[in-house]
């Protein structure tokens, strides 16, 4: 069964600290891995690695998967009470669906 | 598990038919939503529910579109006349919050739409 975790549940840190959130994932024909920020409506996609040991990064943010070890980390330098949000994982497989985590909720105090 | 669930997993249609695509989310969950992921695009919010009642309708992209919910439970969205920009992978969530978006969203497999 395809399966997508996140860890932690959730999370409070102070403003300024350093974030790293968790996604491990047991699918079937991996394609992809994504990362969103819900905060209302849609989630806003944030990221999509494809290849093992690749950084990537968007200005606080950054992201790298590990293809042996299944999973990816969410990195957030910096943090500001603007980046409290849930974050979602999912996998993206071979029929072309999206399998998402739980997600984590982060809450930054100010 | 129980988990939400979403039939029919896959669906093939005609340009013009209508569809049903169904929801059953996760038991006690007050919220539903419903989105819809197209081929390279992210995900498009579509319609939330609370309850029975659809607060939020703001995201149905026609009024070839519409969703109803049932004894607070399984969810129907329903598109007719269906086009073939339709075509995408239908997700639906639950939460249990009683606000909208503020809590975890718990998704769907999804429903592969194709229309040809």
């Known amino acids: 069964e395809d399966k997508v975790v996140q860890s932690p549940l959730s999370l409070v840190v102070h403003e300024g600290d350093t974030v790293t959130l968790n996604c491990s994932y047991e699918?079937?024909?991996?394609?992809?891995l994504l990362w969103y920020k819900q905060e209302k409506k849609a989630p806003t996609f944030l990221f999509m690695l494809?290849?093992?040991?690749i950084e990537k990064k968007s200005g606080r943010l950054s992201s790298i998967l590990d293809k042996k070890e299944l999973s990816s980390i969410l990195n957030i330098t910096a943090t500001q009470t603007g980046d409290s949000a849930i974050y979602l994982c999912a996998a993206h497989f071979g029929n072309e669906k999206l399998t998402f985590g739980t997600g984590t909720r982060l809450t930054i105090i100010p | 598990g129980a988990g939400v669930s979403q039939s029919p997993s896959n669906k093939v249609t005609e340009k013009g038919k209508d569809v049903e695509l169904r929801c059953d989310p996760i038991s006690g969950h007050t919220a539903l939503y419903w989105y819809r992921q197209s081929l390279g695009q992210g995900l498009e919010f579509l319609i939330y529910f609370q309850g029975n009642s659809a607060p939020d309708k703001s995201g149905l992209p026609s009024d070839r579109f519409s969703a109803e919910r049932t004894g607070g439970s399984v969810s129907t969205l329903t598109i007719q006349r269906t086009q073939q920009e339709d075509s995408a992978v239908y997700l639906c969530?639950?939460?249990?919050?009683?606000?909208?978006?503020?809590?975890?969203?718990?998704f769907g497999p999804g429903t592969r739409l194709t229309v040809l």
């Open positions: 969530a639950s939460s249990l919050s009683l606000g909208p978006f503020t809590d975890t969203q718990y």
């Open positions: 494809t290849s093992s040991g």
């Open positions: 699918v079937t024909n991996f394609r992809s």
